[in-house]
């Protein structure tokens, strides 16, 4: 597919906005620095997850061997990369070309075998994919069309007991205030227009999308930035940006 190819749950709008800065995904210092930052938060959340839905053993160098998972929207593979160095084995999906190139590239220079697709979780499901043990879903569903269908949709991928992780950011006057106008236009962490707060969603709109469905969530887990050492931890505040967990049933 082209990097501006629709389906009803992409954004053709924001797949060419993150396809024009492709090739900057592994500059820490540059458009997504700030993601480079944020990623340690993500990868213990992550990790202290799935060591405990699945029992394994956290001392362990690769404990999520033999483990399937998908990484959605995945960008440069930030997040593919130290999964596949956890032990999973990896499938990496984004709806931009350039995007999916610059991670294949990176990681292959890595010595990494990671699936990389570019397309959709609709087309993933289309096709028969899957299951999966475990889902990332990362900041990407505020950036999608129909975000109620994207979530039904990405969970039907998981296997009987598998676990999803979402992150994204909560639609509050102060995530508007802070993590729209003051990150992309006063601080210029990002690039203007990377975010749309009317697209930002509330814990209780997920817990929505998947009512009436078999699927525990669990959350919202807040997330907070410290300016003064410039470093994220795990908060009591879901009010910017919060994680949920959405586990199938066995």
């Known amino acids: 597919m082209s990097d501006t190819t629709a389906t009803w749950s992409v954004d053709p709008a924001d797949v060419a906005r993150f396809s024009a800065i492709a ?26 997850q799935v060591l405990e839905a699945f029992g394994r053993d956290g001392t362990a160098r690769q404990p999520f061997t033999g483990l399937k998972l998908l990484d959605i929207g995945c960008g440069g593979g930030l997040l593919s990369e130290p999964m596949r160095r956890l032990g999973f084995t990896v499938t990496a999906v984004d709806a931009s070309e350039r995007n999916i190139a610059v991670a294949s590239t990176h990681a292959t220079a890595q010595g990494l075998d990671i699936d990389f697709r570019a397309g959709t979780a609709e087309q993933l499901a289309a096709e028969g994919a899957g299951p ?3 889902i990332l879903n990362m900041e990407v569903i505020e950036h999608v069309a129909d975000p109620g269908e994207y979530l039904r949709t990405t969970a039907s991928l998981l296997a ?3 676990l999803m992780i979402l992150a994204t950011l909560n639609r509050t006057l102060k995530a508007l205030a802070l993590a729209k106008v003051g990150a992309e236009y006063i601080l210029r962490w990002l690039p203007p227009g990377t975010h749309d707060w009317n697209q930002f969603l509330k814990p209780e709109e997920i817990e929505t999308f998947l009512a009436g ?16 050492t410039g470093q994220w931890s795990r908060s009591a505040d879901s009010d910017i940006n919060y994680m949920m967990t959405v586990r199938a049933p066995v």
């Open 160 to 162: 009987p007991g598998g």
């Open 132 to 134: 999966f043990d475990v």
């Open 213 to 228: 469905t078999p699927y525990q969530l669990e959350g919202p887990f807040g997330v907070s930035f410290n300016p003064l």
């Open 23 to 48: 090739e900057e995904w592994w500059d820490p210092k540059g458009k997504f620095g700030p993601l480079h930052v944020f990623n340690p938060i993500r990868l213990g959340f992550i990790r202290e």
